[in-house]
């Protein structure tokens, strides 16, 4: 594209190579004889200019080369610039002109950069800028300034404003000589958020934080029970191929993004409005967001949320499939995929897990459950305890609120209230929920009740009176968790969310949050229950579980005693009944202690347990002469097989590798339908499947071999899920250090 005047620009996806073969043309002209010009600048065609003064070589732009490789080392973006320029904001980034003929004279030629970004760019939206070529670097503007000139090559250096817009940018060169000028497009590259920027508002201080919360593919998500916690391998994936763009594509189909595109991309330039709009995006609740959320064990129509293992084929399948919603996910899919976007875009964030977590409607800080004289639930109940819950939190300053509140913020994806109509919630900072100030935007009540809320369980005996027990077995907001910086450990950050318990930091929290309930005294009867379990049960095992009771009182105490075993969902959702027992003479003696047995047959479960692998026991202590009632519960979890993974040969970077992958059959019966799933980044292009020849009988080890090939230098982790008829969503994992080749 040459010739005077201005090129058309290209439209639609960026090329991957900045167009070559500029040609600037320069003609000498007398300040004293300026040519005669009409309206818009060019010369009448009827009128002609005096004879120029002299004639000087034509500047022909060669190409412009985006140094790609040294970008993307300088900006931690070298998976990502493979075949276009991904830069950070707030850090220069390097281009060079490659001049034919002759150099670019600085006292002779004029350069002027124009970067744009959105279908409708201006300059007081601050999605255009247009910076002269200077000598000067101003803080906190675009700029361009000369680094080095030979041999018709112009080395540049470009800057951006910390506070720029993220996302795709056009960056194109006027180039002009006295009356005349040509502009032409030198390529495009895409912004993202700078956590290694002090200016930028989402910058980590710490090295290794910046590493794990940005860069690091791979990590953990924690389920399980409160009391077994369960770690869960999870492949982010953020700089696999396609991912990007595809963030990109999330953030340009947003409801606000339709409304005024304008306006959203100039916002774009706040982490606390990115983090906001993946909120809602990853859900589809209300747009043309990634995840459909189901919870009731049917998922016959798409894939069961306990099968995935990474965000990397969710993202895929989305955008391949013209923005359909992917079925199913729960709450930890919306967390991870929520994760692998933010992380993508630059904005330092984790994935945390909240043990007992409440889900409060009606922002009354209060779950109450009403059951029957046998403890059993009456009524369709919406306000639960889940088991767990995931959100993430992402770290960025709160312009908006008052100091202090920087920091970590929570945002939660999976679609569970409206915030200001849509389906989203935060960002809320983590501080706010430990403070008890419910005031502060976005959504704190709503978080402060997750980890915070009293519950309440009603006794409603046969004539209607409705009596409080006793529950001291269920604590709202436990082991809160993430994985640790760095390695391939859980992290307890519950300190983070609440003040020691009676701590008067926790009192003046609940003050300020008018949380009544938990600043009132605790009934207390001298009768105490609780649930105890063996230290492990394996899937397809029988075993026992105790209704622990002591009697710290001088009295004897008559009693009965309802055990129930049921399987259940991790948000709550009770299934049917697979062991219980009913004591209807139980003697308590003074000051003693009592162990009653349950037994749990795997015969009585393996139909109704759900892919949570999660049994709730229930027991209910009656002292009909004290109308007393004491209730303990216990979620108890049970450990699947353990996937065993061996890397056959040396790791090397672009050489190929095989992993074997083996599972031993536990259970007493054969399986079917069988097959290993395994994908991670860097080491396979995309997730692969293995099926495996029915049947695999008891005690069977089966193997399946996979072909990988390690395409960087490092740590890498291959996750693996096992899939079969009667065992479901088993997960394994093996990290490889791959070497250079």
């Known amino acids: 594209?040459?010739?005077?005047?201005?090129?058309?620009?290209?439209?639609?996806?960026?090329?991957?190579?900045?167009?070559?073969?500029?040609?600037?043309?320069?003609?000498?002209?007398?300040?004293?004889?300026?040519p005669v010009v009409r309206a818009g600048g060019f010369p009448c065609p009827s009128e002609k200019p005096p004879p120029p003064l002299s004639m000087a070589e034509d500047l022909i732009l060669e190409r412009c080369d985006l140094e790609l490789e040294a970008n993307g080392r300088d900006h931690h973006t070298a998976d990502l610039c493979q075949d276009r320029l991904v830069v950070r904001r707030g850090q220069p980034f390097w281009l060079k002109l490659h001049f034919e003929g002759r150099s670019y004279e600085a006292g002779v030629d004029t350069l002027t950069f124009s970067a744009v970004t959105g279908p409708a760019p201006s300059e007081e939206a601050g999605t255009k800028a247009r910076f002269p070529l200077s000598d000067a670097v101003e803080e906190g503007a675009w700029t361009a300034s000369v680094v080095d000139q030979q041999d018709g090559v112009l080395s540049l250096q470009l800057s951006t404003p910390a506070t720029a817009p993220i996302g795709l940018y056009r960056l194109s060169l006027e180039a002009s000589t006295g009356y005349q000028g040509s502009s032409f497009v030198l390529g495009h590259f895409t912004l993202l958020f700078n956590t290694w920027c002090p200016a930028d508002a989402v910058y980590l201080d710490s090295e290794e934080e910046r590493r794990e919360y940005v860069l690091t593919q791979q990590g953990f998500i924690y389920q399980g029970s409160a009391k077994f916690i369960k770690s869960v391998p999870w492949n982010y994936g953020q700089f696999e191929d396609g991912i990007l763009d595809t963030?990109?594509?999330?953030?340009?189909?947003?409801?606000?993004?339709?409304?005024?595109?304008?306006?959203?991309?100039s916002r774009r330039s706040s982490p606390v409005y990115v983090g906001r709009v993946v909120s809602g995006m990853v859900n589809c609740n209300d747009d043309q967001g990634v995840l459909q959320g189901r919870w009731d064990n049917n998922y016959g129509d798409g894939v069961s949320p306990m099968f995935w293992i990474g965000s990397v084929d969710i993202l895929r399948r989305w955008r391949d499939y013209g923005c359909q919603q992917v079925k199913y996910g729960q709450c930890w899919v919306f967390a991870a995929v929520a994760c692998t976007v933010l992380r993508c875009l630059g904005i330092p964030t984790r994935v945390v897990t909240n043990y007992n977590s409440a889900h409060d409607q009606n922002s009354n800080l209060l779950i109450e459950y009403f059951r029957n004289e046998f403890g059993e639930l009456q009524g369709d109940k919406s306000e639960m305890i889940w088991n767990f819950h995931c959100w993430v939190e992402s770290w960025m300053t709160r312009p908006d609120l008052q100091p202090g509140y920087e920091g970590w913020q929570a945002l939660d994806p999976t679609p569970q209230e409206k915030s200001e109509g849509t389906y989203c919630c935060g960002p809320v900072p983590v501080r706010a929920i430990k403070e008890g100030d419910l005031s502060t935007k976005y959504d704190t009540p709503f978080v402060f009740a997750e980890v915070n809320a009293d519950v309440v369980d009603w006794i409603q005996q046969e004539d209607g009176s409705m009596h409080k027990s006793i529950n001291h077995s269920l604590v709202v907001g436990l082991k809160i968790s993430t994985k640790s910086v760095g390695r391939d450990e859980r992290e307890d950050i519950t300190h983070n969310y609440k003040y020691p318990e009676g701590s008067q930091e926790e009192r003046d929290a609940f003050t300020r949050a008018n949380h009544l309930n938990k600043l009132a005294e605790k009934e207390e009867t001298g009768v105490a229950m609780r649930i105890r379990v063996a230290e492990s049960m394996s899937m397809g095992s029988d075993f026992d579980v105790f209704a622990h009771i002591t009697n710290d009182t001088a009295e004897d105490r008559a009693c009965r005693l309802v055990l129930c075993a049921r399987t259940v969902s991790y948000n709550g959702v009770l299934g049917p009944e697979c062991g219980t027992k009913d004591l209807l003479g139980l003697a308590l003696e003074p000051y003693s202690e009592k162990s009653i047995p349950l037994r749990i047959l795997y015969e009585k479960y393996r139909d109704s347990l759900t892919q949570s692998n999660l049994i709730k026991v229930q027991g209910l202590l009656i002292e009909p002469a004290a109308n007393s009632y004491v209730l303990a519960q216990r979620d108890i979890y049970l450990e699947n097989p353990e996937i065993k993974i061996r890397v056959l040969g040396e790791p090397k970077q672009n050489r190929k590798l095989v992993a074997e992958v083996s599972m031993r059959n536990p259970l007493t019966v054969p399986l079917t339908g069988c097959s290993f799933t395994v994908e991670g980044a860097g080491l396979l292009r995309e997730q692969k499947t293995v099926e495996i020849p029915d049947p695999v009988e008891p005690e069977e080890v089966v193997k399946v071999r996979v072909d990988l090939l390690p395409l960087h230098v490092g740590l890498s982790k291959l996750v693996v899920n096992f899939e079969s008829d009667k065992l479901k969503s088993v997960k394994g994992f093996r990290n490889i250090i791959i070497g250079p080749s």
């Open 1 to 34: 594209m040459c010739g005077p005047g201005r090129p058309r620009l290209p439209r639609g996806p960026p090329p991957a190579r900045p167009t070559a073969g500029y040609k600037l043309t320069r003609r000498a002209v007398s300040a004293a004889s300026p």
């Open 247 to 265: 963030c990109l594509m999330l953030l340009d189909i947003n409801p606000k993004f339709l409304k005024d595109s304008g306006r959203d991309c």
